[in-house]
């Protein structure tokens, strides 16, 4: 069973950078890409983009090329999310899934407040 | 904006039926890539409801759903109070290998 655990809250002030990460297990690691998805208050979900733990490669959606960096530490099983510049509107709740066919599963979040 | 179209909400009484529609395009639906279906109560994580027109082991048969061309549907039949949450669509889009496309979500009250 693919399980997922996320780092905790981060508080963070405008304008700097936070990095959060997810533990992964119960698969195995290199054989899936990893997203990371977010979820603002009261809205929706948001791709923010993958790592591919096999080779080291992201790929990210126009909107977050410039803020976002995606990294997976195959020794570790684990893979980070790096955000710069923050603003205000990036407080959300940020996902760690796998999404791969039928295989699905998502961590339980980690609460980025910029304030 | 989402890349996926969905209706922000629908409602319905008590053992009635709804149908969720989700419209994309030629790069993610369109392509015959899998549709999947999230349900998200409040305050939890989504939950993956269909995978591919298939129901996980544990989710009732009442929620179905199809698709037809670049656009899906979900279908609640007989509706219940707990049913009432927000659900999402998720394709794939080719102009990004790899890449997850979301619906904007609906939000279901079960009136």
């Known amino acids: 069973e693919v399980q997922i655990v996320q780092s905790g809250a981060e508080v963070r002030k405008p304008g700097t950078t936070v990095k959060i990460s997810c533990k992964l297990s119960?698969?195995?690691?290199?054989?899936?890409?990893i997203h990371w998805v977010r979820q603002a208050p009261g809205k929706g979900l948001d791709w923010v983009g993958l790592v591919d733990p096999e080779d080291g490669q992201a790929k990210y959606p126009q909107q977050w090329r410039d803020r976002v960096t995606i990294t997976a530490d195959t020794s570790e099983e684990t893979v980070y999310m790096e955000l710069t510049s923050l603003t205000s509107q990036d407080t959300a709740v940020y996902y760690c899934a796998v999404i791969h066919r039928a295989l699905v599963s998502w961590g339980q979040g980690t609460m980025v407040i910029v304030s | 904006q989402s890349v996926l179209t969905q209706p922000p909400s629908v409602s319905g009484a008590p053992g009635q039926s709804v149908t969720i529609s989700c419209s994309g395009g030629?790069?993610?639906?369109?392509?015959?890539?899998?549709v999947n279906w999230y349900q998200q109560l409040p305050g939890t994580v989504p939950k993956l409801l269909i995978h591919?027109?298939t129901r996980p082991s544990g989710v009732p048969d009442r929620f179905s759903a199809s698709r037809s061309g670049t656009s899906a549907s979900l279908a609640i039949l007989g509706l219940r109070p707990e049913d009432e949450a927000d659900y999402y669509c998720q394709s794939y889009d080719y102009n990004l290998i790899g890449s997850v496309v979301f619906g904007g979500g609906t939000k279901l009250t079960v009136l």
């Open positions: 119960g698969f195995t690691f290199i054989d899936y890409y």
């Open positions: 591919a027109n």
């Open positions: 030629s790069s993610n639906i369109g392509t015959d890539y899998d």
